[in-house]
């Protein structure tokens, strides 16, 4: 234990600070879009739901910092994700206005057209 702690502390110690950053994160974020919501008297359900999508947002970016500090082997890693999202691709290519309308959410709830 006491190798594997010494050997990897570089990578210990940027994975302690890319998850302490994205715990500070996702909690000024959350705070941020609770009180646009609250300000433009905006409905619950829709303040959490982009609080979602923007918390679902910065854990793939840590998820991503955390492959690249540990030194996955690219190619590999690539071949899985592009083994996944071809599935994915093919399974929900009619899904299109879902996306559609999740992205046209996000941007009517910050330009506040209505309330």
Known sequence: MEDFI???SNELLSSAIILTVLVILRFLTHKAV???GSISDLNEARTRLVSKYISFGFTALAIVALVLIWG???REL???LSSIF???GVA????????????AGIILFFSFPFK
């Open 72 to 74: 996955v082997n690219i």
């Open 6 to 8: 010494l050997g990897y």
């Open 92 to 103: 929900l290519f009619a899904q299109w206005s879902i996306l559609s309308n999740v992205t």
């Open 86 to 88: 071809a599935v994915i």
């Open 78 to 80: 690539g071949l899985i």
């Open 34 to 36: 609770r009180k646009v």
